[in-house]
Nanobody, 121 residues
Framework: QLVESGGGLVQPGGSLRLSCTGTRFALAHYHIGWFRQAPGKEQEGIACISSSGDYSDSVKGRFSIARDAAKNTVYLQMNSLKPEDTAVYYC???????????????????WGQGTQVTVSS
């Protein structure tokens, strides 16, 4: 129901844009979150969007989240990437009023399969 794409290998300081596309429902009606999990580490919520976005401290100022309703897609633009950003990135969705702020907890109902991001020289 959610398909991530856009991952890959990038050098430190580089940029990537991840996409999260809905295949069965309109993402415009859902809170969308981006999460990541590095080997040996717990899953981390890094960005979310309802009517506005929110970010974890680890990515604030470097990552940005945005919707494209026409494409039923939510993007995560990642700039100034660091080796510690290496992880599998997941998007997730949960239904809720867009006037409510999104959250970075893991209580989302629908999850994608993940896309690998590797930051290395």
């Amino acid at each position: 129901q959610l398909v991530e794409s856009g991952g890959g290998l990038v050098q430190p300081g580089g940029s990537l844009r991840l996409s999260c596309t809905g295949t069965r429902f309109a993402l415009a009606h859902y809170h969308i979150g981006w999460f990541r999990q590095a080997p040996g580490k717990e899953q981390e919520g890094i960005a979310c969007i309802s009517s506005s976005g929110d970010y974890s401290d680890s990515v604030k100022g470097r990552f940005s989240i945005a919707r494209d309703a026409a494409k039923n897609t939510v993007y995560l633009q990642m700039n100034s990437l660091k080796p510690e950003d290496t992880a599998v990135y997941y998007c997730a969705a949960r239904f809720g009023p867009l006037r409510s702020p999104c959250t970075l907890d893991s209580g989302y109902a629908y999850w994608g399969q993940g896309t690998q991001v590797t930051v290395s020289s």
